[in-house]
Nanobody
């Protein structure tokens, strides 16, 4: 059974940091494009960042560029999201996701999803 399990969410103050992890199991995702989406209350799920199979091609949404950083450990089938300079508008449920193709900004293109982890940023 394929699973993506996120961890590391929680409460942070504005300007603070959190680090999310996503552990994949059930198959190897070393050749997959891995990403993070987020969904705030009353809003649609949106692309945050993604990384290709090698770990070198990284993409960020404009809202997090310069503050968030994605990395992957192919050997451990794990993806990380380092979130710095957090803002209240970063409050959302963050989802780890994977797809067998290349980069995509659209959630319908991703076949594997984690259960999500809550990130709350207080002002």
């Amino acid at each position: 059974q394929v699973q993506l399990v996120e961890s590391g969410g929680g409460l942070a103050q504005a300007g603070g940091s959190l680090r999310l992890s996503c552990a994949a199991s059930g198959r190897t995702f070393s050749s997959y494009y891995m990403g993070w989406f987020r969904q705030a209350p009353g809003k649609e799920r949106e692309f945050v960042t993604g990384v290709n199979w090698s770990g070198f091609d990284k993409t960020y949404s404009d809202s997090v560029k310069g503050r968030f950083s994605i990395a992957r450990d192919r050997g451990k089938n794990t993806v990380f999201l380092q979130m710095n300079s957090l803002k209240p508008e970063d409050t959302a449920v963050y989802y780890c996701t994977a797809r067998s193709g290349g980069r995509s900004y659209f959630m319908e293109d991703y076949g594997y999803w984690g259960q999500g982890t809550q990130v709350t940023v207080s002002s």
